[in-house]
């Protein structure tokens, strides 16, 4: 399947190849492809869409907003089959070898008109448009996010919480792995790649277990990290992506290509934990399919406050999706319970993965405890918003290391 975790790098071949094969159509004449090549690259101002084709992202938002077109003939009785077989015909001859399956077009196009959609609603927001910068949020989601935000924001206070180093103020790529890891940080090897051209390509971060982690700087004003090769070491370096966006003013986007579904919550933690860092969301922007309806731009600490508890949300959600029949599991009074007994602190770790593990082995390689540990706190912080009354304590050693994996040397934070 293309949307497999073993498939997902076909992506970047699929969208290439249709945006290739909709130029090459359109200089031949095709006028249904010369129409929507017009949409597409004309400027905003002028009605277009007025995505540049040179820019990979632009390319995966042109190529998505094509074919979200013919998901909607899709829907229109009688033309099911006709459009499916049309556009694998298209993807296979334009997409460099790969050859889809009917079921892979059909999920194409469902994932192409929802991110679209939503691509829309992110536009929206970046161009200014509504007084709080929200995407449908109500008034009580809203309340309840700035809640959880600002108890995540009590929490973080307590500097026993973080297992990575020291908060940087200043520095580059390497000093600032040194700051958060340690001894693992000076391993990283840190390089740049140009481009024909001689312009910067990107910054590669080569890990501890040989494997690599690319932040892509060709368009600076979209930044984005691709860790598609990733083996170790995930967590410490995208902390230290977050930490140097932060520092020199950069803003990471959403990685053009997408996510995995783990990829979906680990890039949501790695989100979370750098936005409790530093009390500040400006450094980062969420991708459609993380489903942060309501994101906040600015620099305020009440956008901050709003954006952590939506990423802490969207974090619990995603555990407990995939975790589904977690038994028991709790945090309550400044401890964590599995059924009536209380886990001592000491214990936490070892008990969360043994449960993480027995539930679903494989999800164990790529989230660790202290991801569902956060997930317990959230939902009690959820439930104490909800029923009008505020936890009773949010410190004490069952929350040390919750903000970050305490192993960034291991595969528990491996690749997304």
């Not at 990283?188 to 932040?215: A, C, N, P």
């Not at 230290?240 to 020199?248: D, G, R």
């Not at 450094?283 to 990423?311: C, F, T, V, Y």
Request: charged share 25%; net charge neutral.
């Amino acid at each position: 399947m293309l949307f497999s975790e073993e498939g997902q790098q076909t992506y970047s071949r699929v969208v290439d190849g249709l945006i290739a094969k909709l130029q090459n159509e359109a200089t031949a004449g095709n006028s249904r492809s010369s129409e929507a090549l017009h949409a597409l690259t004309l400027a905003k101002e002028k009605g277009g869409y007025g995505y540049d084709l040179a820019d990979a992202g632009d390319r995966v938002h042109a190529a998505e907003e094509y074919l979200a077109r013919w998901a909607e003939e899709a829907d229109k009785p009688g033309t099911v089959t006709r459009i499916v077989a049309a556009i694998r015909k298209m993807l296979q001859s334009g997409s460099a070898g790969f050859v889809p399956t009917d079921a892979d077009v059909w999920e194409l196009l469902q994932r192409a008109r929802e991110r679209a959609e939503t691509a829309h609603r992110l536009a929206d927001l970046s161009s200014g448009e509504g007084e709080e910068g929200s995407i449908d949020a109500s008034g009580k989601q809203r309340e309840i996010s700035a809640k959880v935000g600002d108890s995540w924001l009590k929490i973080a206070g307590e500097p026993s919480t973080a297992s990575l180093g020291e908060t940087p103020a200043q520095g580059d790529f390497q000093t600032i792995l040194r700051t958060l890891g340690g001894m693992v940080g000076g391993k990283i090897e840190v390089s740049k790649s140009y481009r024909d051209d001689g312009s910067l390509h990107e910054y590669v971060f080569k890990d501890t277990q040989g494997g690599r982690i690319e932040l892509n700087v060709g368009n600076p004003r979209k930044p984005y990290i691709n860790s598609a090769h990733s083996r170790a070491d995930g967590t410490l370096i995208y902390q230290t992506i977050y930490a140097w966006a932060h520092i020199h003013g950069w803003k990471i986007h959403p990685d053009p290509y997408g996510l995995t579904g783990q990829g979906i919550l680990r890039r949501t933690s790695q989100m979370l934990s750098s936005a409790l860092r530093f009390r500040s969301t400006e450094h980062m922007l969420p991708a459609p399919h993380q489903k942060l309806d309501g994101w906040r731009r600015g620099s305020s600490l009440e956008a901050a406050r709003h954006n952590i508890g939506l990423l802490a949300q969207r974090e619990r959600q995603l555990v407990f999706k995939r975790l589904e029949k977690l038994p028991g599991f709790r945090y309550r009074d400044g401890d964590f319970h599995l059924g009536a007994e209380k886990i001592p602190a000491n214990a936490r770790e070892q008990v969360l993965t043994d449960a993480i593990k027995r539930l679903d082995p494989k999800f164990s390689h790529a989230v660790g405890e202290s991801t569902l540990a956060r997930a317990l706190v959230t939902q009690a912080i959820h439930n104490a918003v909800e029923r009008g009354r505020p936890l009773r304590s949010l410190k004490g050693s069952a929350l040390e290391q919750i903000r970050y994996s305490a192993r960034p040397a291991t595969q528990e934070s491996a690749s997304e």
